[in-house]
Nanobody
C-alpha cells in the first residue's frame, strides 16, 4: 500500500501561483507514474498532469504552459507548480500513483485550490 500526503493548496488571486506537493510513503516511489487530477463542483475528475517513472510528462490542454509537474525520487515527492492561475482552475486537486500504462492505483486525500479575487 502506498500512502500519499498532499500539501500546498489554498486561496490565491487570479494570476497568482501555488505549488502542490505530494509525499509518498514507500521507497519504490520511482517505479510509479505520478499524476495530479482535479475535480471541480459538479464536474468529473480530470487528469491535469502526469509524469511517468522515466520522466515523460503530459498535460491537460488548458494548463499547458502554466503548470509544471516534476518529481524528486530521492524525496519520494511529486510537485505541481501552478502559475498564472485562473478562476476556472478552482478545484480539489488529488495526487495519484499508478502504472506507466495509465492505471491509477493510489490516491491522496485531496487539496483545495481556490482562485478568486
Amino acid at each position: 500500500q502506498v500512502q500519499l500526503v498532499e500539501s500546498g493548496g489554498g486561496l490565491v488571486q487570479p494570476g497568482g501561483s501555488l505549488r502542490l506537493s505530494c509525499a509518498a510513503s514507500r521507497t519504490i516511489f520511482s517505479a510509479y507514474a505520478m499524476g495530479w487530477y482535479r475535480q471541480a463542483p459538479g464536474k468529473e475528475r480530470e487528469l491535469v498532469a502526469r509524469i511517468t517513472s522515466g520522466g515523460s510528462t503530459n498535460y491537460l490542454d488548458s494548463v499547458k504552459g502554466r503548470f509544471t509537474i516534476s518529481r524528486d525520487n530521492a524525496e519520494n515527492t511529486v510537485y505541481l507548480q501552478m502559475n498564472s492561475l485562473k478562476v476556472e482552475d478552482t478545484a480539489v486537486y488529488y495526487c495519484n500513483a499508478g502504472t506507466d500504462y495509465g492505471v491509477p492505483l493510489y490516491w491522496g486525500q485531496g487539496s483545495q485550490v481556490t482562485v478568486s479575487s
